[in-house]
């Protein structure tokens, strides 16, 4: 916290002053606000007037302008002795003044607030319109130097702030107008390559320069800080610079460049120069914010000193009060040789502007700042939210938005075996069994194995038999029971192949004796790579097409499995939605979630596969013919058959699948759809869902924001590359819990616009900052 204390004087020494005391903390209402006095004391200017006269009468190259013939006779060693005690006695004088009764309960409450205030920085303003009082050595008051951390400034009592605050759209250099005037016995050179070392600058420097072209810097650029280097006096309260050999000037001769130079942005005018007052009190009359001046003529070694370590602190981010405070110290170390060194350097402040730090004068105002990134961050997430779904809407994103996908089906537990299948696999060695019996086969099912299946399954009332294996064949002459049951049973269905008129492939016929109410369509959709992850469970084939099923295989099963069994009601929506139970089975129309590029092919919805493993239980064929089986195992069940041996191909890459061997057999995965509807109906598991578009648009716009106020708050990017990380891990958490319950939203377009977002806000904030 930053506090300011304000001192009002008004009066002289020769009636007093009428003093008020007003504390608070920077940029608030004071807290505190009381009256005390002052009284007057004469003695006060004798004896500043007599230390100003020991301190002139020293030896020393200065920055002040020599008269001519201006000598002096008294030793060093004896001035230097008279100005240390005179300085004594002006300091004494003063702080018994400071001790008057009448201002004693300001003392007592400056007290108070210094205490409280011991962590934090004190910025003290001086106000008044005594010139005297407006040169006497402040930092000598007993309470600053009791409490370090304090700095006062001197400052007219009425202030007008008239300059603009720099904000980030000027510059990220400090812009520095360095005037390098008559240097006559002086070096002054050290203070140019002082300056030169600075970092982050912009700096012109004019050397011995003609008031025109001073003028026309002032008029023509912006500048944060005017600085000047070399001789300067003060005359009847009036300031004067050297600015080459011949030729001196005013700031009134500079007036309309230096007011034009306070309105585009001047913060701080520095006078590296002797008796720098007369020009701070021409300065007030410019509002020119903050002004750093040396009270009496200063030595010039004294003043390279003050400078280098006014800029180390200043630019080690030290506030401009603090800087200037660290180096009045740092003199002390040179006044065994230079007396009173430390009581050259003053503020002159302009009470109505807040003195800048280094930070602010390169980045500009931080607020301003933070405000132009909030708003670039808000107009970045939209535009980056349109160029994303643009380019997702193309199908650029399609692949990594299916591989984000099949990671976090990956990630969910695996669910228990649907105990409502029963599947009855046809292996290799099934395959061996059949031939060894003599059985002939047209297929990987022969009409005797077939035959002697069903006989040995339906006494044990099975809910539905499913036949997953194709035969556009008739059952043999000799099997007409076989022909007749397949022609009657209301519980038996099989499977036929739509055309596919891309390839010009008209499909596969279904047995000849299954009527039409009792076929479904085995056929699916597959994306690139082979993998299956979307449920077609309703089509219309092409009127060429060998298959006339509509529903698919595996909705066949489902409906009557939930009629026959479970009383469940199915109709049709007046939107033509089929409706089951409380379920309704909606048709995707693309573009849908990630998939952008998709034709509408029939009625399709993602299938939410409960298991990576097998579906339900399953027993081979051989198993069944044998009797080898609990008849448990297949009262009330839906029973598939079809071929898992390994010379039929029929296998599917899924959202498990990492490696060419982790397949999934088509019976398992018609297991998989038939499971997916029947859970859904009647143990609420969710169907797998998308939002519409503009849901799907406002969810990726959240987290560009997101990105965009990720880039604003942390703009370095070693809080923003971890914070960053954990935004994506909890994205990519909120979208597999969604996921769980049956929703897919955009991962990877979320991420792409948290991430681009984030990144051109901190492009923008380097760039502003």
């Given at each position: 916290?930053?506090?300011?204390?304000?001192?009002?004087?008004?009066?002289?020494?020769?009636?007093?002053?009428?003093?008020?005391?007003?504390?608070?903390?920077?940029?608030?209402?004071?807290?505190?606000?009381?009256?005390?006095?002052?009284?007057?004391?004469?003695?006060?200017?004798?004896?500043?007037?007599?230390?100003?006269?020991?301190?002139?009468?020293?030896?020393?190259?200065?920055?002040?302008?020599?008269?001519?013939?201006?000598?002096?006779?008294?030793?060093?060693?004896?001035?230097?002795?008279?100005?240390?005690?005179?300085?004594?006695?002006?300091?004494?004088?003063?702080?018994?003044?400071?001790?008057?009764?009448?201002?004693?309960?300001?003392?007592?409450?400056?007290?108070?607030?210094?205490?409280?205030?011991?962590?934090?920085?004190?910025?003290?303003?001086?106000?008044?319109?005594?010139?005297?009082?407006?040169?006497?050595?402040?930092?000598?008051?007993?309470?600053?130097?009791?409490?370090?951390?304090?700095?006062?400034?001197?400052?007219?009592?009425?202030?007008?702030?008239?300059?603009?605050?720099?904000?980030?759209?000027?510059?990220?250099?400090?812009?520095?107008?360095?005037?390098?005037?008559?240097?006559?016995?002086?070096?002054?050179?050290?203070?140019?390559?002082?300056?030169?070392?600075?970092?982050?600058?912009?700096?012109?420097?004019?050397?011995?320069?003609?008031?025109?072209?001073?003028?026309?810097?002032?008029?023509?650029?912006?500048?944060?800080?005017?600085?000047?280097?070399?001789?300067?006096?003060?005359?009847?309260?009036?300031?004067?610079?050297?600015?080459?050999r011949t030729e001196s000037l005013?700031?009134?001769?500079?007036?309309?460049?230096?007011?034009?130079?306070?309105?585009?942005?001047?913060?701080?005018?520095?006078?590296?120069?002797?008796?720098?007052?007369?020009?701070?009190?021409?300065?007030?009359?410019?509002?020119?914010?903050?002004?750093?001046?040396?009270?009496?003529?200063?030595?010039?070694?004294?003043?390279?000193?003050?400078?280098?370590?006014?800029?180390?602190?200043?630019?080690?981010?030290?506030?401009?009060?603090?800087?200037?405070?660290?180096?009045?110290?740092?003199?002390?170390?040179?006044?065994?040789?230079?007396?009173?060194?430390?009581?050259?350097?003053?503020?002159?402040?302009?009470?109505?502007?807040?003195?800048?730090?280094?930070?602010?004068?390169?980045?500009?105002?931080?607020?301003?700042?933070?405000?132009?990134?909030?708003?670039?961050?808000?107009?970045?997430?939209?535009?980056?939210?349109?160029?994303?779904?643009?380019?997702?809407?193309?199908?650029?994103?399609?692949?990594?938005?299916?591989?984000?996908?099949?990671?976090?089906?990956?990630?969910?537990?695996?669910?228990?075996?649907?105990?409502?299948?029963?599947?009855?696999?046809?292996?290799?060695?099934?395959?061996?069994?059949?031939?060894?019996?003599?059985?002939?086969?047209?297929?990987?099912?022969?009409?005797?194995?077939?035959?002697?299946?069903?006989?040995?399954?339906?006494?044990?009332?099975?809910?539905?038999?499913?036949?997953?294996?194709?035969?556009?064949?008739?059952?043999?002459?000799?099997?007409?029971?076989?022909?007749?049951?397949?022609?009657?049973?209301?519980?038996?269905?099989?499977?036929?192949?739509?055309?596919?008129?891309?390839?010009?492939?008209?499909?596969?016929?279904?047995?000849?004796?299954?009527?039409?109410?009792?076929?479904?369509?085995?056929?699916?959709?597959?994306?690139?790579?082979?993998?299956?992850?979307?449920?077609?469970?309703?089509?219309?084939?092409?009127?060429?097409?060998?298959?006339?099923?509509?529903?698919?295989?595996?909705?066949?099963?489902?409906?009557?499995?939930?009629?026959?069994?479970?009383?469940?009601?199915?109709?049709?929506?007046?939107?033509?939605?089929?409706?089951?139970?409380?379920?309704?089975?909606?048709?995707?129309?693309?573009?849908?979630?990630?998939?952008?590029?998709?034709?509408?092919?029939?009625?399709?919805?993602?299938?939410?596969?409960?298991?990576?493993?097998?579906?339900?239980?399953?027993?081979?064929?051989?198993?069944?013919?044998?009797?080898?089986?609990?008849p448990n195992w297949v009262k009330?069940?839906?029973?598939?058959?079809?071929?898992?041996?390994?010379?039929?191909?029929?296998?599917?890459?899924?959202?498990?699948?990492?490696?060419?061997?982790?397949?999934?057999?088509?019976?398992?995965?018609?297991?998989?759809?038939?499971?997916?509807?029947?859970?859904?109906?009647?143990?609420?598991?969710?169907?797998?869902?998308?939002?519409?578009?503009?849901?799907?648009?406002?969810?990726?716009?959240?987290w560009a924001i997101g990105g965009?106020?990720?880039?604003?708050?942390?703009?370095?990017?070693?809080?923003?590359?971890?914070?960053?990380?954990?935004?994506?891990?909890?994205?990519?958490?909120?979208?597999?819990?969604?996921?769980?319950?049956?929703?897919?939203?955009?991962?990877?377009?979320?991420?792409?616009?948290?991430?681009?977002?984030?990144?051109?806000?901190?492009?923008?904030?380097?760039?502003?900052?």
């Amino acid at each position: 916290m930053k506090k300011l204390v304000v001192l009002k004087l008004d009066g002289d020494f020769e009636q007093g002053f009428r003093v008020s005391l007003e504390v608070g903390e920077e940029g608030k209402q004071p807290s505190t606000d009381i009256n005390g006095k002052l009284p007057p004391c004469l003695a006060i200017p004798e004896y500043y007037e007599r230390w100003r006269f020991s301190y002139r009468s020293l030896n020393g190259r200065t920055r002040i302008k020599s008269k001519n013939g201006q000598t002096t006779n008294v030793s060093f060693t004896r001035a230097c002795s008279d100005c240390s005690q005179a300085a004594k006695e002006l300091s004494d004088r003063f702080n018994t003044w400071l001790l008057s009764d009448s201002f004693r309960d300001l003392r007592e409450k400056c007290i108070e607030h210094f205490t409280l205030s011991a962590e934090d920085r004190i910025r003290v303003i001086v106000r008044t319109s005594c010139r005297t009082l407006q040169q006497l050595p402040w930092h000598q008051w007993d309470l600053v130097k009791r409490y370090g951390q304090i700095e006062i400034a001197i400052s007219p009592p009425e202030s007008e702030c008239q300059g603009k605050v720099k904000t980030s759209t000027d510059s990220n250099k400090v812009r520095i107008l360095a005037i390098l005037g008559h240097s006559g016995g002086i070096n002054i050179q050290k203070d140019q390559k002082m300056l030169e070392q600075l970092p982050g600058v912009d700096i012109r420097f004019l050397v011995e320069p003609q008031r025109q072209e001073i003028n026309d810097q002032l008029w023509e650029q912006a500048w944060d800080i005017l600085f000047f280097a070399g001789h300067s006096e003060t005359e009847a309260q009036t300031g004067r610079i050297y600015i080459n050999r011949t030729e001196s000037l005013s700031v009134g001769d500079l007036k309309h460049g230096l007011e034009i130079a306070v309105k585009k942005g001047l913060q701080l005018a520095i006078f590296n120069s002797c008796d720098g007052m007369g020009l701070a009190w021409e300065l007030e009359e410019l509002h020119i914010p903050q002004a750093i001046v040396m009270r009496e003529p200063v030595p010039d070694r004294v003043a390279q000193e003050f400078l280098k370590y006014f800029l180390q602190a200043f630019v080690g981010e030290k506030s401009l009060y603090q800087a200037v405070g660290n180096a009045r110290k740092r003199l002390q170390g040179l006044e065994n040789q230079f007396p009173c060194a430390s009581w050259l350097p003053a503020i002159y402040q302009n009470a109505a502007a807040v003195p800048p730090t280094w930070h602010s004068l390169r980045y500009g105002n931080q607020q301003a700042s933070r405000l132009r990134i909030l708003r670039t961050a808000l107009v970045a997430s939209v535009v980056v939210t349109a160029l994303v779904l643009g380019v997702r809407h193309f199908g650029l994103l399609q692949s990594l938005e299916l591989q984000a996908y099949d990671q976090l089906m990956r990630l969910r537990p695996d669910e228990q075996p649907d105990d409502r299948l029963l599947v009855v696999t046809i292996t290799e060695e099934d395959l061996n069994y059949q031939d060894k019996m003599g059985m002939k086969r047209q297929g990987s099912l022969s009409d005797a194995a077939l035959a002697q299946l069903l006989k040995k399954l339906e006494p044990h009332q099975p809910s539905a038999i499913g036949l997953d294996i194709y035969r556009d064949f008739q059952v043999s002459d000799g099997h007409k029971d076989l022909a007749t049951k397949l022609r009657q049973s209301d519980r038996f269905f099989a499977v036929c192949q739509g055309s596919n008129p891309t390839n010009g492939h008209i499909g596969v016929a279904p047995p000849p004796e299954v009527p039409k109410d009792r076929l479904g369509f085995s056929d699916v959709v597959v994306d690139p790579h082979n993998i299956l992850r979307r449920h077609w469970w309703y089509a219309t084939f092409n009127s060429d097409s060998l298959c006339p099923a509509e529903l698919s295989f595996s909705l066949q099963l489902a409906l009557y499995y939930l009629i026959q069994e479970k009383g469940i009601k199915v109709r049709e929506t007046p939107e033509g939605y089929l409706q089951v139970g409380n379920i309704s089975l909606k048709p995707w129309h693309f573009p849908a979630g990630g998939y952008q590029q998709e034709e509408d092919l029939g009625y399709q919805m993602l299938l939410n596969y409960r298991t990576r493993g097998n579906i339900a239980r399953s027993i081979t064929l051989t198993e069944v013919l044998k009797g080898k089986f609990d008849p448990n195992w297949v009262k009330d069940r839906i029973v598939l058959i079809g071929v898992t041996a390994k010379s039929q191909k029929d296998d599917f890459f899924t959202p498990f699948s990492r490696d060419p061997d982790q397949t999934m057999r088509g019976i398992f995965v018609q297991g998989q759809m038939i499971s997916q509807i029947l859970s859904a109906v009647l143990d609420g598991r969710p169907l797998l869902s998308v939002w519409q578009w503009w849901e799907e648009a406002f969810w990726v716009l959240g987290w560009a924001i997101g990105g965009g106020l990720l880039a604003w708050h942390y703009r370095q990017l070693k809080y923003l590359l971890p914070a960053g990380g954990i935004v994506i891990f909890i994205l990519s958490g909120v979208c597999f819990i969604l996921l769980i319950r049956g929703w897919w939203v955009p991962l990877v377009p979320s991420v792409l616009a948290l991430m681009v977002t984030g990144g051109w806000v901190v492009l923008v904030a380097r760039q502003v900052i």
